[in-house]
C-alpha cells in the first residue's frame, strides 16, 4: 500500500503529489487543511518517497493503487487534490471510480497529451554517480549543471536522503522512470468521463492549460470550473500557496 502521512480530522482527502515529488511538497497545503474539518491524507506515489518501488508503472496502476489505499483505510467516499502527474492519476483515478470521489481538483495538468519534456531533468539525475559517494553538495553541483532554476533543484533534492552512513541516493525510483516516463505524458482515454463537480487550477504563467484545451477538459469533466493564479508557474501551489489554498478551500466547501 502507499506510503501517507495523516493529519486532521473529518472528511477524507487525498493529495497527490506530481512526478518527481513526494508527500513532503504538500505539508504546508496540507496541514493548513487538516485544521478545517478534514482528515488529510498525503499520498507518496509508487515509485516516489517512501512508497513502493516497482516496475509497473502507469496511470491505470496509479488510479488502482488510489483505490487500493481507500479500501485499506476504508475510506468510502473522499475529496482529491492532484498536482501534474498526480493530477493526471487524480483524473483517471475518479473517472474509472466514480463512486470514491466526491469532488476532485486539479492543478495545472490536462487531460490531453504532453510530449516527453523530462529530458534535461533526468539527464542532469543520470549525471550523479552515487558509486562516488558525493555529497550534499556536490550532488546539487552536478544538477546544477544541467537545471539552472533554483527552485526546481530544491524541488529534486528534497528526494535525496542518506540510504546509510556516508552514502546519498534518492527515493524515487529513477531506473523505471528512464525507462518509462513516456507514460507521463500520455492522454486521458477518449470514453473516461467524470460528472461530479471539478476545479481545475492553473498557473498563468504556466502552458500546461491553455485557453485552448478547455473544451477537451469540459468533454471528459462537464461539470468543470478553471481558475488561474497569476504570476504563478506549474509549481503554483509552492509559488502561491495562501491563493492556492482560497480557490481550493472554497471549492471543497
Request: charged share 20%.
Amino acid at each position: 500500500m502507499l506510503y501517507s502521512k495523516i493529519e486532521g480530522e473529518g472528511k477524507p482527502l487525498l493529495i497527490l503529489h506530481g512526478f518527481l515529488g513526494m508527500l513532503d511538497n504538500w505539508k504546508t497545503i496540507g496541514t493548513q487543511f487538516s485544521t478545517e474539518s478534514f482528515e488529510v491524507h498525503m499520498l507518496d506515489m509508487r515509485n516516489h518517497g517512501r512508497s513502493m518501488q516497482s516496475d509497473d508503472f502507469n496511470y491505470e496502476i496509479m488510479a488502482k493503487d488510489i483505490y487500493d489505499y481507500c479500501v485499506g483505510h476504508n475510506l468510502e467516499q473522499v475529496d482529491v487534490i492532484g498536482h501534474s502527474m498526480g493530477g493526471k492519476t487524480a483524473m483517471l483515478f475518479a473517472c474509472t471510480y466514480p463512486e470514491k470521489v466526491n469532488k476532485l481538483i486539479v492543478a495545472d495538468i490536462g487531460p490531453k497529451f504532453y510530449p516527453q519534456h523530462h529530458q534535461t531533468i533526468l539527464a542532469g539525475l543520470n549525471a550523479i554517480d552515487f558509486s562516488k559517494k558525493p555529497s550534499r553538495s556536490e550532488v546539487e553541483e552536478i544538477i546544477g549543471n544541467f537545471i539552472t532554476d533554483f527552485g526546481t533543484r530544491q524541488f529534486l533534492m528534497k528526494s535525496l536522503y542518506w540510504i546509510k552512513p556516508g552514502q546519498l541516493a534518492f527515493r524515487f525510483n529513477l531506473a523505471v522512470f528512464n525507462q518509462k516516463v513516456n507514460e507521463i505524458g500520455v492522454e486521458l482515454p477518449d470514453n473516461a468521463v467524470f460528472n461530479k463537480p471539478t476545479l481545475f487550477i492553473r498557473g498563468g504563467n504556466s502552458k500546461y492549460i491553455l485557453d485552448a484545451d478547455i473544451d477537451n477538459i469540459n468533454v471528459h469533466f462537464p461539470d468543470m470550473k478553471l481558475e488561474t493564479i497569476p504570476n504563478a508557474g506549474h509549481w503554483l501551489h509552492a509559488e502561491n500557496p495562501k491563493l492556492f489554498h482560497q480557490f481550493a478551500s472554497d471549492f471543497l466547501k
